[in-house]
């Protein structure tokens, strides 16, 4: 995206937030704010073109791995990513099998992307100080802008899944899914899972948006906090895939990424789900509250 539009679009979202970027009066109530601003957020972030070829970049995944099979003349059994040599039989597995090539890399290469130009992004644009002006206040503002990263976390998941759903029905079979514990379910319990495997991953990645959050507000540059952001998420899978720091595998945001898998057996089992959303949850409260000491003493000049 070029730095007009960003910088058109950061100025827009203070405007619609009840400000006027020329005198910076407020002109809405602090508690309608909070929403005005949220609203503003997301607005600007799904309508930017860098938002836009993100998704879209997600979404062929699916599509490029549904068409290469398509196009092959077998795939080996036990070859290449989990579940890959079952969307021949069944093309609802595509979406799934997207998710396991894009979790290691390219989810967090978007959301780092993200992430990290939340407030960074508006301070290299001279936009940070017409948005701190508002009375919703810093904490809120900040509030705001880890909402949006999270609401994106949300959208990237939903893209992968959809966009394999759909180009799975239409060059593949669809039928009842067999499950990993052997069990077989319909078409709609099965994209009902899906579902959730897609909430999985969204809450997944919210403990990187945190961190991606928390070095925004250190530079004005928002790609030294992209790269920054995008260069822990590949340490921590690389301290995952080392067994002499077995011990610190379950603290790491990234080491329970891949553990949909319990929601594709029959009873589901939620207890990974929980966990993983309780380490998110710590990832967040901690880095969320270095960010915000960081933002409150921030010092604002352009």
């Known amino acids: 995206m070029s730095t007009t539009e960003n910088a058109s679009g950061a100025e827009s979202s203070a405007i619609t937030a009840g400000l006027h970027p020329s005198s910076g009066e407020s002109v809405a109530p602090a508690r309608g704010l909070g929403w005005a601003l949220l609203a503003s957020e997301l607005s600007v972030l799904f309508r930017r073109r860098r938002t836009i070829a993100l998704l879209a970049a997600l979404a062929a995944i699916p599509i490029l791995i549904a068409v290469a099979i398509r196009l092959s003349s077998s ?41 990290g130009d939340t407030i960074a992004g508006e301070a290299s644009h001279g936009t940070l100080r017409y948005l701190l002006m508002a009375p919703a206040g810093r904490a809120r503002l900040l509030l705001v802008k880890f909402a949006g990263a999270a609401a994106f976390c949300v959208a990237a998941a939903l893209t992968v899944v959809v966009a394999g759903t759909l180009i799975g029905a239409l060059l593949f079979p669809v039928g009842p899914v067999p499950l990993l514990s052997g069990d077989t379910v319909s078409v709609g ?81 939620w207890q990974t789900f929980g966990d993983n959303a309780v380490l998110q949850a710590g990832y967040v409260v901690v880095f969320g509250a270095l960010a915000l000491a960081r933002f409150l003493t921030k010092d604002v000049l352009s």
């Open 75 to 115: 795939t080996r059994a036990g070859r290449g990513p989990a579940f890959l040599d079952q969307i021949t039989q069944n093309g609802l597995f595509v979406g799934v099998a997207a998710l396991v090539v894009a979790i290691p890399l390219f989810l967090p290469l978007t959301i780092g992307v993200v992430a």
């Open 189 to 269: 319990e099965a994209l009902l899972r899906f579902l959730a495997i897609a909430a999985y991953v969204a809450i997944s990645m919210l403990g990187m948006s945190a961190i991606g959050l928390f070095f925004s507000t250190l530079t004005s540059v928002p790609v030294g906090a992209m790269a920054t952001t995008i260069a822990f998420a590949v340490a921590s899978q690389i301290l995952d895939a080392l067994p002499q720091v077995a011990w610190l595998h379950p603290w790491l945001f990234s080491h329970q990424w891949l553990g949909f898998a319990d929601l594709l057996r029959q009873p589901i089992s």
